[in-house]
Each structure stands twice: as C-alpha cells, then as structure tokens.
Nanobody, 126 residues
Framework: QVDLVESGGDSVQAGGSLRLSCVAS????????MGWFRQGPGNQREGVAS???????TYRDSVKGRFTISKDSAKNTLSLQMDSLKPEDTAMYFC????????????????????WGQGTQVTVSN
C-alpha cells in the first residue's frame, strides 16, 4: 500500500522558515514525479514545487528564491525548505507522487498525480 506522510507544518511569523518532510512508503519503484502542493482557505489546490525522475525541479513563480525542494532517496523522503515565509503562504501543504512517467509541462498540475498525503498545515502571521 502506497503511503505519503507529511510533517513539519507549524505557525510562524512572516519572514520565518519551516522545513516540510514527506516520507514515502509502499511504492513498487521510485515515483517518476513527486511534488508539493498547497491549498489555502477558499482557494484551489496549487502546485508549489516538483522534482521529476531526471531531478528536474520546477517552482511556481511566487516561491522561487524562497522555497527549495529536495529528496533523500535513501530515506524515501521529499523535503520542502521554506524561507522568507509570507502570510500568503498560509495553506495546507500536500505531498504527491505519480505512479508513472509524468509530463514535464504538467508537473505543477494536480491532475497528473496519483498519490496524495493527508497534508500538514502551515500558518504564517504578520
């Protein structure tokens, strides 16, 4: 059974940092694409950062230069380092993975992902 478990969410002040982690288990092979998504109150789920099988990284524009996605294959862990956090980063953050090859043009689109974690809440206040 495939499982993705996120952790690291918290409440921080603007300008602060958080590191989210996602532990993957049960995958028959290394997922082709993994990513972080978020959904704020009243908003649609949006892609934040992704990492494909070729280690190509994609960020949404609003987090470039502030967020860093990385993976530790030995620990089956995907991480998201978030610095210079802003109130607009407040959201539930989800880890996701595909079970097959992914289209690079859709790496930040939720429709491409097959597996999802339960999410971890990030709240940024002024």
């Amino acid at each position: 059974q495939v499982d993705l478990v996120e952790s690291g969410g918290d409440s921080v002040q603007a300008g602060g940092s958080l590191r989210l982690s996602c532990v993957a288990s049960g995958f028959p092979s290394t997922p082709y694409c993994m990513g972080w998504f978020r959904q704020g109150p009243g908003n649609q789920r949006e892609g934040v950062a992704s990492l494909d099988a070729d280690d190509i990284i994609t960020y949404r524009d609003s987090v470039k230069g502030r967020f860093t996605i990385s993976k530790d294959s030995a620990k089956n862990t995907l991480s998201l380092q978030m610095d210079s956090l802003k109130p607009e980063d407040t959201a539930m953050y989800f880890c996701a993975a595909t079970k097959g090859p992914c289209l690079r043009a859709l790496v930040l689109k939720s429709i491409q992902y097959n597996y999802w974690g339960q999410g971890t809440q990030v709240t940024v206040s002024n």
